[in-house]
């Protein structure tokens, strides 16, 4: 599973200066522990079994349409990430400019379409029809035409759109290479104080909770079923595994993690379809901090903006599209609330609340609706009598 670093804990982190290191790692553990007391006790498969289907799909609508939205945000303006902030219009040319990642994005649409499969990503139809022409006996030709599509459609359009970008990073900023230093950064135990404990609990711990349960765990389960179906997910071993990897990281200064529907979303619709994925970035990741180093931050600092928004927009629109699947006016309601809600407020766990007590008013308003009239009548009349 593709993991992410907890938003809530984040943005504490980056608009108030007094969360430092040891509050960030406070709220870290506090938050993997209990989400990982949480799965060994069962409670949490058992919460997953209670939420509606619908609350989840306006989860993820929500969280699919926020990206999808602060993707555009970041082609379309020049952007301060640790600040969060726009700095105006960004230009038309440019090596971060809006040609660019407008030519990234029709890139990877031609590439990867609207998601459908195709011949690369094992398209049953595709092989039904070859047996077909086999059985026949029959030789199939491909013409140059077939062939140039079938290469453009098996390219790696998301890896190689970030290779652009970090060969970008080199030409946007000659002397970058000057600033690399090999070796990996020192790894040491981190300190907490009562305050840290107390002060990452309050203002991390709490506020990231809600979040970390519902998309991260209640969320992912879902999407993971409607990506791999005839798949065992449950909601104990991802409870679990966030929990580990927080307890275990967040001593020594690694950044609140957990999974995400956001990112499980992302490495589908770029091809995506097995741990082997998730294995290759995590290596891929191990060597670049063994070898650079925290000396890697110079080269990020100078990945285009606005590539990195077209990346995101794609996330997003294939996180959202999973809620296509309520086909009842009934669902889609409560799904709509539940994302409304959940935009306008910024809060997952405010649109998750404001869902499940729509969807319960709508359940027993239709209990009393379908109630027969002459069993309300025999009950009235008894009563009299």
Not at 27 to 55: D, E, K, N, S, W
Not at 303 to 325: H, K, N, Q, T, W
Not at 343 to 358: P, Y
Request: glycine share 12%.
């Amino acid at each position: 599973m593709p993991v992410q670093p907890m938003k809530s804990i984040a943005a504490e982190a980056l608009s108030d200066t007094g969360f430092g290191v040891p509050e960030i790692m406070a709220a870290g553990i506090l938050t993997g522990g209990t989400v990982f007391v949480l799965g060994v006790t069962g409670l949490m498969q058992l919460v997953y079994r209670l939420i509606p289907l619908c609350v989840v799909r306006g989860i993820q609508l929500a969280q699919g349409l926020s990206f999808a939205l602060t993707a555009v945000k970041y082609v379309k303006k020049i952007q301060d990430l640790p600040k969060s902030k726009s700095l105006g219009q960004r230009h038309w040319v440019g090596l971060d400019g809006l040609i660019l990642a407008i030519v990234c994005l029709v890139f990877i649409v031609i590439v990867n379409g609207a998601g459908e499969k195709n011949r690369c990503c094992g398209d049953p139809g595709d092989d039904e029809d070859l047996g077909r022409d086999r059985n026949r006996g029959s030789t199939i030709k491909k013409n140059k035409t077939d062939r140039i599509r079938r290469i453009v459609f098996s390219l790696p359009s998301a890896f190689l759109v970030f290779i652009l970008g970090v060969v970008l990073a080199f030409l946007r900023r000659h002397h970058v290479v000057h600033e690399i230093k090999f070796g990996p950064s020192s790894i040491d135990v981190v300190k907490f104080s009562k305050h840290a404990w107390k002060k990452g609990f309050i203002k991390g711990t709490i506020p990231q909770l809600p979040l970390t349960l519902l998309n991260s765990v209640v969320a992912v389960v879902k999407l993971s079923s409607d990506l791999f179906p005839g798949r065992e997910f449950t909601a104990t071993s991802l409870s679990v595994t966030v929990g580990l990897m927080n307890l275990v990281g967040c001593w020594f200064g690694a950044m609140p993690m957990c999974h995400g529907a956001g990112g499980l979303a992302g490495q589908y619709k770029f091809g995506g379809r097995s741990g082997g994925c998730v294995a290759l970035l995590g290596a891929a990741k191990l060597v670049l901090g063994l070898v650079l180093g925290t000396s890697l931050a110079h080269v990020l600092n100078q990945f285009p903006v606005g590539i990195l928004g077209v990346l995101l927009l794609f996330a997003g629109i294939e996180l959202a599209m999973c809620s296509r699947d309520m086909n009842t006016k009934e669902d889609s309601f409560v799904m709509l609330m539940c994302t409304a809600v959940s935009l306008v407020g910024s809060s997952a766990a405010l649109g998750f609340l404001v869902g499940m007590i729509v969807y319960v008013i709508l359940r027993l308003r239709n209990w009393t609706k379908d109630k027969p009239l002459s069993t309300i009548w025999m009950q009235k009349h008894d009563d009299q009598l």
